[in-house]
């Protein structure tokens, strides 16, 4: 799978891109993932890239011309279907079955706002699908991009270790949060492993855990089982 990452900051990527289970993916050639620097289209000396907003207020905007082209250069790069993708908190909110529709593109161009965001003339003649890494406000959209990123890369085939360890996620095929999870010592501290995952009974040690996930849903998360009624009765 190919990202493209297109930023005002690349090098934040640097030592995100060189650590832990992406940086097998990318040493396995399971996943490629490429930088650009809007500044490499601007056409002035001081490479500009933003400007005052008109009608006024505070900061400033990306503009148009740099980001268009590109956008342009980097989708000629490869065949490649790509999903152009633009990280703002007015975007659809990045959960997991967005992560999964993401995973099925062989191909996504991200594109990672700074300052006030982005000329609206970007939206509007390049369509990309708006994603949002949650209710708040980031200094841009670099650690958003590599949110998605992390969330994607888990559903591609080789990248996890156990193939069937995503499923078991939470907000994956249940719906719900995950049950807790033990490992050695069988006491810590006065805290004892439940008795059930000791017992070697494997439909005994499933049903424990369908019924934790649901607890730690209701106590949790509430609000995902109320999404899961109102998706039953539409």
């Known amino acids: 799978m190919r990202f493209d990452v297109l930023t005002l900051f690349p090098r934040l990527f640097d030592s995100y891109l060189d650590q832990s ?14 930088l650009w620097d809007f ?3 601007t056409s002035d000396k001081h ?12 900061g400033m905007l990306i503009a148009c011309d740099p980001v268009y082209q590109c956008v342009e250069h980097v989708q000629s790069q490869s065949e490649k279907p790509a999903q152009l993708i633009m990280l703002t908190p007015q975007g659809r909110p990045l959960d997991q079955s967005l992560v999964e529709e993401l995973a099925e ?3 996504l161009i991200m594109l990672c706002g700074r300052y006030e965001g982005f000329d609206d003339r970007i939206r ?11 209710d708040f406000i980031c200094n841009g959209g670099e650690v958003p991009a590599m949110m998605v990123i992390d ?3 888990r559903l591609v085939p080789g990248v996890l270790g156990d193939e069937t360890s995503h499923k ?6 249940s719906g719900l949060l995950e049950y807790p999870q033990f490992t050695r010592p069988r006491e810590f501290r006065g805290m004892e492993v439940p008795e059930v995952l000791l017992s070697g009974d494997h439909r005994k040690i499933e049903q424990w855990r369908k019924e934790q996930s649901l607890q730690r849903t209701r106590e949790l998360r509430a609000d995902l089982l109320e999404e899961e009624k109102t998706a039953e009765k539409s």
């Open 151 to 153: 969330t994607v890369i």
């Open 105 to 107: 593109k062989p191909r």
């Open 124 to 134: 509007q003649g390049l369509q990309p699908l708006e994603v949002s890494a949650g």
């Open 21 to 34: 289970l992406l940086k097998k993916a990318i040493d396995a050639d399971l996943v490629d993932v490429n």
């Open 168 to 173: 078991y996620d939470s907000f994956s095929q």
């Open 39 to 41: 500044r490499e289209w």
């Open 47 to 58: 490479r500009s890239v933003d400007d005052k907003p008109f009608g006024g207020g505070p």
